[in-house]
């Protein structure tokens, strides 16, 4: 008598738990929609560029080697130029003059003497001299 009341038993189990199944796994299936839809509207929309109310700016950035790169940053009215490298950002230069669109908008050498490199030679040399 035993055995023919564990058999009804084993059995609901077992329909109790695929469709547990089949609800795990759709609603697994919806939140991995739900973050890789999330990701594509956040890499679209530029992300989070709202969040420091515009205060702060990634106006150039360069790479300086495979995982290296300098990056001019404006925070309010200052401009700061950072090192970015794999777990470590670093400040190398705080500009007493900011670098404007204006620079951006004069003349270029035939070497290119208007780019961001060569205004960086320019801004580390005046800086160096000061020193």
């Given at each position: 008598?035993?055995?023919?009341?564990?058999?009804?038993?084993?059995?609901?189990?077992?329909?109790?738990?695929?469709?547990?199944?089949?609800?795990?796994?759709?609603?697994?299936?919806?939140?991995?929609?739900?973050?890789?839809?999330?990701?594509?509207?956040?890499?679209r929309?530029?992300?989070?560029?709202?969040?420091?109310?515009?205060?702060?700016?990634?106006?150039?950035?360069?790479?300086?080697?495979?995982?290296?790169?300098?990056?001019l940053?404006?925070?309010?009215k200052?401009?700061?130029?950072?090192?970015?490298?794999?777990?470590?950002?670093?400040?190398?230069?705080?500009?007493?003059?900011?670098?404007?669109?204006?620079?951006?908008?004069?003349?270029?050498?035939?070497?290119?003497?208007?780019?961001?490199?060569?205004?960086?030679?320019?801004?580390?040399?005046?800086?160096?001299?000061?020193?």
């Amino acid at each position: 008598m035993g055995a023919a009341w564990a058999k009804p038993e084993a059995s609901a189990a077992s329909a109790v738990d695929a469709g547990a199944l089949i609800r795990l796994t759709g609603g697994l299936f919806f939140v991995i929609l739900f973050i890789l839809g999330l990701s594509w509207a956040l890499r679209r929309f530029g992300g989070f560029s709202g969040y420091a109310g515009g205060k702060i700016k990634a106006l150039a950035s360069i790479p300086v080697g495979n995982r290296e790169r300098v990056v001019l940053v404006q925070v309010g009215k200052q401009q700061l130029l950072i090192g970015v490298a794999p777990g470590r950002v670093q400040t190398l230069l705080v500009l007493d003059e900011p670098v404007t669109d204006a620079d951006a908008e004069k003349p270029r050498s035939a070497s290119g003497g208007g780019s961001f490199a060569e205004r960086l030679r320019r801004v580390m040399q005046q800086q160096n001299e000061k020193s």
